[in-house]
Each structure stands twice: as structure tokens, then as C-alpha cells.
């Protein structure tokens, strides 16, 4: 049987057979073959590399120390909120740069590992009772910093991934916009696309200086982009 053949036949019969598309199995295919780019991608990376040798839980953790070489976001003493903090590398940072005096708050539905000066609380933060526990941990005080690093498992498919992706930075931002103290700052990851602008233009609305950036340690095809929102007018 000629290759063209059986290329005929295979398409033909076997989701009769099986019940599954053709085009699933291509489809799983290339799946098979992008993961096994992105794992040699991911331990080829100088940041994943640096991140082991430094001892930080993830490579993320650069992105947040370029940001702060940049804008000195985090200082000594400052309440910081991390929301979507699994596996741990902002807090690892946050609670270096904050010290004894500062505080920081960590949060994520995901489980993570114990750090020192971090408290955890595991949960949905826009439940009610994950909210109050957030608060509780802040101990009365109003936080400095939010920073969100959160993103939703990314399918592929951008009409699926890219609205998933700003309902949690839109989450985000309404809880620092409860939690904040006037005057404090918002760190987010945001992906471009639909909805961008929007929310650009609410963070614009709510702070008296807007900031992107582009981290060198955040890959280069990636459509990832920090907003920082620098000054919360305090619902002014």
C-alpha cells in the first residue's frame, strides 16, 4: 500500500473505529511534541538554571527583582499581599526585601510550601471566608504592595486562554483596590490581548502612574507584560 494510501484509509476509518477524530490525534501529536520543546526550553533557561543556584522556588522570582531594581517597589517594613503565590517566588523575595518589621501575605488555591515570614492562606480569595483570613493576617493594616503573578493553565487556544487570563487580573485588582492603603502601589501580570486596554484604563483610573514592563527574564515570545500601578488614589 502506497503512503498516500494509508493516509487515505487512516483518515477515513479510524474514527469509526475508535471514535475519535483524525484531527484529534494530530492534534495530541503536536501537543506531545511542544511540551517536549517547552521542557528542553524550560531547563536549557539561565533563569530556571540561576533560580536552583540561588535557591529561589521558580524562575519568576527575577522578574520581580528587575522590577524592583527599576521601580524599588518593596521596602523595609511594607505589608505586601501576594496573590496566586504558588510555588512561593515572589514571597521568597517580597519577605527578604520587607524584613523583620514588614509583613507579607501569600495566597493561592494551590497548596505551598511553609516560608519564613510568610503567612499562607490557602484558598479562593474571593471567597468570603479566604478574604477575611487574608485581612486577619494583615493584622488591621492596609497593604503597602499587592502583587499578582497569577495566570489560568493555558490550552493553546487564545479565544479560551486570554479571557481565563483577565478574570484573574481583574480579580486581582478588585481585591487591591479593597486592601490597599492610599498611596500604595499594584504589581500584575497581564497578557495582551482582549481586554487589555480596559483594563489598562482601570488601572489609569485608580492610580496616579501606570508602568509597563517587560522583564529580561520573561521570555521574549511570551505575550506576558507587568503593569505596575504606582499612587492608589483611595477611591478618590
Known sequence: MSKSNVSTTFGSNFSIITGIPPFAVTLTMAQSKTSKAWLKEHFDDRFVKQSKQDGYRSRASYKLLEMQDKD????????????????????QVAARLVGDKGRVVASDILEMDALADVTFIKGDFTEESVYESILQAMNGELADLVISDMAPNMSGMSAVDQPAAMYLVELALDLGLQILKPGGNFVAKVFQGEGFDEYLQALRNNFQ????????????????????????KGGS
Open 209 to 232: 502612574k501606570v508602568i509597563t514592563r517587560k522583564p529580561d527574564s520573561s521570555r521574549a515570545r511570551s505575550r506576558e507584560v507587568y503593569l505596575l500601578g504606582k499612587g492608589f
Open 72 to 91: 524599588k517597589l518593596i521596602q523595609p517594613g511594607m505589608t505586601v499581599v501576594d496573590l496566586g503565590s504558588a510555588p512561593g517566588g515572589w514571597s
